[in-house]
């Protein structure tokens, strides 16, 4: 069984920059396939970022591409989200995923075992 925690969500200005934290549980979480998926008010779960287990592959939705970055840091057991040129229309719980022990990024919600509670991310204009 998997855990992950997210943090740093909150309420920013648009432009502003939010950095989200999600911390996993585990011994092994370099086998991890990580993403980050939102949820917006009576809006469907959307794909935001998927990262591969060594970090070398990364893919991005193109409503944040250039402005969201995903890193890991294996060794933490952590995966970040770094939020810049945030607009209003990024409002939304955020949640970070999991799949153990297997290769690449997916973008498939139903590709991933584990969820985190979520973050929530608003962005006033």
């Known amino acids: 069984q998997v855990q992950l925690v997210e943090s740093g969500g909150g309420l920013v200005q648009a432009g502003g920059s939010l950095r989200l934290s999600c911390a996993a549980s585990?011994?092994?979480?370099?086998?991890?396939?990580m993403g980050w998926f939102r949820q917006a008010p009576g809006k469907e779960r959307e794909f935001v970022v998927g990262i591969s287990r060594s970090g070398i592959l990364t893919d991005y939705a193109d409503s944040v591409k250039g402005r969201f970055s995903i890193s890991r840091d294996n060794a933490k057991n952590t995966v970040y989200l770094q939020m810049n040129s945030l607009k209003p229309e990024d409002t939304a719980v955020y949640y970070c995923a999991a799949k153990i022990g297997v290769y690449g990024t997916s973008r498939s919600p139903t590709e991933y075992d584990y969820w985190g509670q979520g973050t929530q991310v608003t962005v006033s204009s």
């Open positions: 585990g011994r092994t979480f370099g086998s991890y396939r």
